[in-house]
């Protein structure tokens, strides 16, 4: 628990240069790679600098917080439950598919869609990794504000701000009829 909690924190520019430092061009594990495995994903480190080494940094701040948001409801599971089912013959995979898993799907779709919001917003990791605006809109918006030849675009940030907004507000209105469930479970505790 406490790992995930420090490793839900290492994002943004830390976590960027730790990953430059270890696989870019010059980093420690790619290095090594050219030198004993050269045909290999590792040599070549210009995945690392588009949307896959984007989707691995985005993945490694990801997990350790949908440990720390999923793990309660894990928690909340009854052991009574389990022990029920046992006493009326089921098998372990009959208590997840009709016990556990319909408890905890609520749970783990409202946790998928703070993740969601949360990379949504994350600015920080995109702009100091990769150069590309085209498809991540905080990278958009900061485009449209900043321009160095004078070609800012402050009404089309304002327009992707909005739309980000609109996002996450429908996003949250689904986490928060998502909590509304799953609160019955954890009030009967």
């Known amino acids: 628990m406490a790992l995930s909690s420090v490793l ?3 994002g943004g520019i830390m976590l960027t240069f730790a990953f430059l430092a270890t696989f870019a061009f010059n980093g420690l594990v790619s290095s090594f790679a050219v030198k004993y495995f050269p045909n290999t994903f590792l040599a070549d480190s210009t ?9 691995v940094l985005y993945t490694f701040f990801q ?3 949908m440990v720390l948001v999923f793990l309660p409801t894990l928690e909340n599971l009854k052991p009574q439950w389990r022990e029920a ?9 009959e208590y997840w598919l009709r ?5 905890l799907t609520p749970s783990f779709a409202g946790a998928a869609l703070l993740l969601f919001v949360n ?3 994350a600015y920080a990791t995109a702009a100091t990794l990769i150069n590309m605006r085209d498809f991540l809109t905080p990278l958009q918006i900061a485009g449209a504000l900043n321009s160095e030849v004078g070609g800012a675009n402050p009404a089309e ?3 992707l701000s909005v739309f980000m907004v609109i996002v996450v507000v429908f996003a949250m209105s689904l986490y928060a009829l998502l909590r509304r469930r799953v609160s019955k479970w954890e009030q009967r505790r």
């Open 47 to 55: 995945w690392l600098y588009g949307r896959n080494g984007l989707a």
């Open 99 to 103: 016990v556990g898993i319909p408890i």
């Open 119 to 121: 990379s949504l917003s």
């Open 85 to 93: 089912s046992d006493a009326l013959g089921g098998k372990a995979y």
């Open 157 to 159: 940030a304002k327009s």
């Open 8 to 10: 839900a924190q290492f």
């Open 63 to 65: 997990i350790p917080l």
